[in-house]
């Protein structure tokens, strides 16, 4: 059964710093990787999105690596601004089926102090 | 861009009342999927569907049930409802495979749902 560990549950940075979110998963059979940030109270927001095929995806200042053999993934997130406060999500989809079925981590509670 | 919308993002009810919940989706999504969330346990499937009048059980469908008699539309509705089922619950959908960014799922806002 697909697990999704995320560390650190919590993480408290000062502005301006380069961060790294960690997530890793014990069934390396996937169809994708998918990171997403919620705000408190509020529904999730899709960041970014690896294939099971792709090393790496970027958008602006978020850079997701995917190394599939040793069942990690990390966020990268350069230049940390107040407003990249959230808990961010990763969750995996298995590569059986075609649902899209996605087993989620219990996220890493980020807060950015200016 | 995709947009999934949600009936209500708080609701409260009393225990015993039968509760819809309704999810709508602008994208011509196939699959839809309705979570939980609960502190400490994360976001744990309850049902998903991948077409129209088909669904599936998640892991703990106990207790809901839904309906999808249109493409853009799936309910979640909990017949009885019952104190334990407070939470926050989540709609999403996604594209099936073989399209771009295939399975990429999108949410709603969520609903705060408060059962007395």
């Known amino acids: 059964k697909q697990e999704v560990t995320q560390i650190p549950a919590a993480l408290s940075v000062p502005e301006g710093e380069n961060l790294v979110l960690n997530c890793s998963f014990t069934?390396?059979?996937?169809?994708?990787l998918q990171w997403f940030r919620q705000d408190p109270g509020k529904g999730l927001t899709s960041l970014l999105l690896?294939?099971?095929?792709?090393r790496e995806q970027t958008s602006g200042r978020l850079n997701a690596s995917l190394d599939k053999s040793s069942g990690r993934s990390t966020l990268y997130i350069a230049a940390s601004q107040p407003g990249d406060s959230a808990t961010y999500l990763c969750?995996?989809?298995?590569?059986?089926?075609?649902?899209?079925?996605?087993?989620f981590g219990q996220g890493t509670t980020l807060q950015v102090k200016p | 861009d995709v947009k999934v919308t949600q009936s209500s993002r708080y609701l409260v009810k009393r225990t015993g009342e039968k509760v819809f919940l309704e999810c709508v989706q602008d994208?011509?999504?196939?699959?839809m999927f309705w979570y939980r969330q609960d502190p400490g346990l994360g976001l744990r499937l309850i049902y998903f569907?991948?077409?129209?009048?088909?669904?599936e059980k998640g892991d703990i469908p106990e207790g809901y049930s839904v309906s999808r008699e249109k493409k853009e539309r799936f309910s979640l509705i909990l017949e009885s409802a019952s104190t334990n089922q407070t939470s926050m619950y989540l709609c999403?959908?996604?594209?099936?495979?073989?399209?771009?960014?295939?399975?990429?799922?999108?949410f709603g806002p969520g609903t705060r749902l408060t059962v007395l």
């Open positions: 999403a959908s996604s594209p099936t495979s073989g399209r771009a960014k295939a399975n990429e799922q999108f």
């Open positions: 069934d390396s059979a996937i169809y994708n």
């Open positions: 690896i294939q099971s095929s792709q």
């Open positions: 969750a995996v989809r298995g590569a059986s089926g075609n649902t899209g079925k996605l087993i």
């Open positions: 994208m011509d999504h196939e699959n």
């Open positions: 569907s991948y077409d129209v009048k088909m669904k």
